[in-house]
């Protein structure tokens, strides 16, 4: 496969020198012609920038040599070469393979040839045509304000989103789930209200970080308790389509995944889904390795794969991809953290991937990085790649 990105000269931290405070870490891949490719790094929850600064430069100078006078034939090959280099160097190494990753997709995604060759190189689906890319804009319960939803609202995104993050679940959406029917019901209310006379009617995505499984107490015993607060959510969201990322977390895979199958089985044939205009989907955070993702899709245990674009090992991501695409849908999410630069490359992955949505997170920002997203796909939609 030949390759698309010019003989690589070296590799750049920036900045350059060890400094503190709380600014941007990027690194850069710079070609024989003198151009520069950026890619930024996401730094882990509470980890020194001086101190990752510093690792980060030191590592450098192992990433450099690996990388310095070679034309990688692609993106894989490129991820290996920087994974071997950096070897069992921890939560810096981690969030440097990513960035070196983004700064190779920066470089190539100008190329017309660049999204057939990627979709050939991770076998992902070459002649299906693009479908159309959605936005779903969540917000965490701990940001949550009425303000801040109707700023989201105000933008009229395809799903709202509302993530729980805290651990006491039963106070949180009450005992029943009622807490949280509730603010279902008032959220469509309040979509209707906002923009009367336009049917806008956006789906509800609901992160629920396995708290209708914590309700239950043990989600496998007690099915029929998580598909009853299921239900009540279906009956709180009316007419709007419901997805349910995670509803419950077991420790081990194979048991999430049947799990999840006997839900999906037991929500697809309840009274109340039948008479759905579009039915709930169950969504699952992507595993890291492709061998746990496929299990996803050998097991048909969820509709959609949900990818974290910052920080995740992009080569695995798009391996996992390419073995789950004929079964199941994908969503690419923008946390909190994400920059724009991030934004344009994971809209452009998902083109590529023929993905049904971004999902961008405005815990942080509820002004500028949801209207650019947008932007980018209103563009897309128009015809623009």
């Known amino acids: 496969m030949a390759s698309l990105f010019p003989q690589i000269a070296d590799v750049l931290i920036a900045p350059d020198a060890p400094a503190g405070g709380t600014g941007p870490l990027s690194l850069g891949l710079r070609a024989d012609d003198g151009a520069v490719y950026w890619g930024d790094v996401t730094l882990p929850a509470g980890v020194d920038r001086a101190s990752a600064v510093t690792s980060a430069l030191r590592l450098r100078e192992r990433i450099t040599p690996a990388l310095s006078g070679q034309r990688p034939e692609g993106l894989r090959d490129l991820s290996g070469r920087v994974r071997q280099a950096i070897g069992g160097e921890g939560a810096i190494g981690e969030t440097l393979l990513p960035a070196a990753q983004w700064a190779w997709l920066e470089a190539i995604r100008v190329i017309p040839e660049a999204a057939p060759q990627l979709r050939r190189e991770y076998a992902l689906p070459v002649n299906d045509p693009a479908a159309p890319l959605s936005c779903f804009l969540e917000i965490s319960d701990h940001a949550a304000t009425a303000e801040r939803i109707d700023q989201l609202l105000a933008l009229r995104p395809a799903g709202v989103g509302y993530?729980?993050?805290?651990?006491?679940?039963?106070?949180?959406?009450?005992?029943?789930?009622?807490?949280?029917?509730?603010?279902?019901?008032?959220?469509?209310?309040?979509?209707?209200?906002?923009?009367?006379?336009?049917?806008?009617?956006?789906?509800?995505?609901?992160?629920?970080?396995?708290?209708?499984?914590?309700?239950?107490?043990?989600?496998?015993?007690?099915?029929?308790?998580?598909?009853?607060?299921?239900?009540?959510?279906?009956?709180?969201?009316?007419?709007?389509?419901?997805?349910?990322?995670?509803?419950?977390?077991?420790?081990?895979?194979?048991?999430?995944?049947a799990n999840l199958h006997r839900l999906r089985d037991f929500i697809r044939r309840t009274p109340d889904s039948l008479k759905r205009a579009a039915p709930t989907l169950l969504a699952a955070r992507a595993p890291a390795t492709p061998d746990d993702a496929q299990v996803y899709s050998d097991t048909v245990a969820a509709h959609v794969l949900v990818y974290d674009a910052p920080g995740c090992d992009l080569d695995a991501a798009l391996s996992s991809l390419g073995r789950t695409a004929a079964g199941l849908a994908s969503y690419w999410r923008l946390t909190a953290e994400a920059t724009p630069r991030q934004a344009v490359l994971a809209v452009w992955l998902a083109q590529v991937t023929r993905s049904a949505a971004v999902v961008v997170n405005c815990d942080a920002d509820a002004h500028t990085l949801p209207p650019f997203v947008l932007r980018l796909l209103a563009e897309h939609s128009a015809g623009w790649v």
């Open 163 to 257: 993530r729980l993050t805290g651990g006491r679940v039963a106070e949180a959406i009450g005992d029943n789930a009622e807490h949280l029917q509730r603010f279902v019901r008032e959220l469509g209310r309040r979509a209707e209200t906002l923009a009367p006379g336009e049917g806008y009617r956006p789906s509800m995505y609901l992160g629920l970080n396995g708290a209708l499984g914590q309700l239950a107490g043990d989600p496998v015993r007690h099915i029929g308790k998580v598909l009853g607060n299921v239900v009540g959510l279906q009956t709180a969201a009316g007419e709007r389509q419901l997805i349910l990322e995670e509803p419950f977390r077991l420790d081990d895979l194979l048991g999430q995944a």
